[in-house]
């Protein structure tokens, strides 16, 4: 990436932040506060802690679209077989192991609970558990550890990295250079704090998280994208 490009991209990032009356993405930041009071692993109803987690006032379009309900799956997935579901989540958010397995062995275990569900329920017509192309993964790991990932759009990327001038432009999925990308990027947004202050007056006390997380970079490179 081409350091002019990134920072010429900030400048406008932030004076599109302190410029605009309402930021069009605040529902991220209200998700992300929600997961953070609600998720626990050791609930003694885990599909029921698992709806509670994502839910937002203004928008389900994070976990579901007309095509597209990763959520709705994942919760079939805790009421059926929660032990299963639990520690694919806790190999998930284990961040002493390496990302990319993290990943394979997540997707691993939801085509086999996808399986097994097609087995119990033959006439069911099931038959994705809409988790591959890491857009819902990506947020169980920002909402998860918020200063480590964020969530992922494959094309919104691709387009970021036009922007910026980089090489080896991806041309299919890859999540573990996006949250290093986000990382790099969260690094230069950190050098000017007038970012991280103009973000927080956008953000509603006590509905949204306030701490520092990727979605700023994540937010940042979709205002990017818009520009390549």
């Known amino acids: 990436m081409i350091l002019g490009h990134i920072q010429s991209a900030i400048a406008g990032y932030k004076t599109w932040l302190q410029k605009t009356a309402h930021h069009p993405f605040l529902y ?24 509670r987690a994502f839910q937002n006032s203004e928008t389900r379009r994070l976990w579901q679209t007309e095509q597209w309900y990763p959520k709705r799956m994942m919760q079939i997935f805790w009421k059926e077989d929660p032990l299963t579901a639990r520690r694919m989540f806790d190999d998930l958010f284990d961040e002493s192991r390496d ?21 119990k329920y033959p006439t069911s017509i099931e ?7 890491f857009r819902m993964i990506s947020l169980y790991l920002g909402f998860r550890w918020p200063e480590a990932y964020a969530p992922y759009q494959f094309e919104t990327f ?5 922007r910026f001038g980089a090489r ?33 007056k956008h953000l509603r ?24």
């Not at 038959?127 to 192309?133: C, I, P, Q, S």
């Not at 691709?158 to 036009?162: E, G, K, Q, S, V």
């Not at 990027?185 to 007038?194: H, N, Q, S, T, Y």
């Open 158 to 162: 691709r387009a970021a990295l036009l």
């Open 99 to 119: 990302l990319e397995a993290r990943l394979g062995r997540f997707l691993f275990g939801c085509d086999i609970l996808l399986s097994d569900y097609r087995r």
């Open 127 to 133: 038959n994705n558990h809409y988790h591959g192309d």
């Open 205 to 228: 006390t006590r509905r949204d998280f306030s701490g520092r997380t990727l979605l700023l970079a994540a937010d940042f490179c979709r205002f990017a994208a818009k520009e390549a």
């Open 168 to 200: 080896d432009i991806p041309r299919e999925n890859d999540f573990v250079r996006f949250a290093k990308v986000l990382r790099t990027l969260m690094g230069f947004l950190d050098k000017d704090p007038g970012v991280a202050q103009a973000m927080q």
């Open 28 to 51: 991220e930041w209200e998700s992300l506060q929600n997961f953070q009071l609600h998720w626990d692993a050791e609930s003694t109803d885990p599909a029921a802690m698992f709806d």
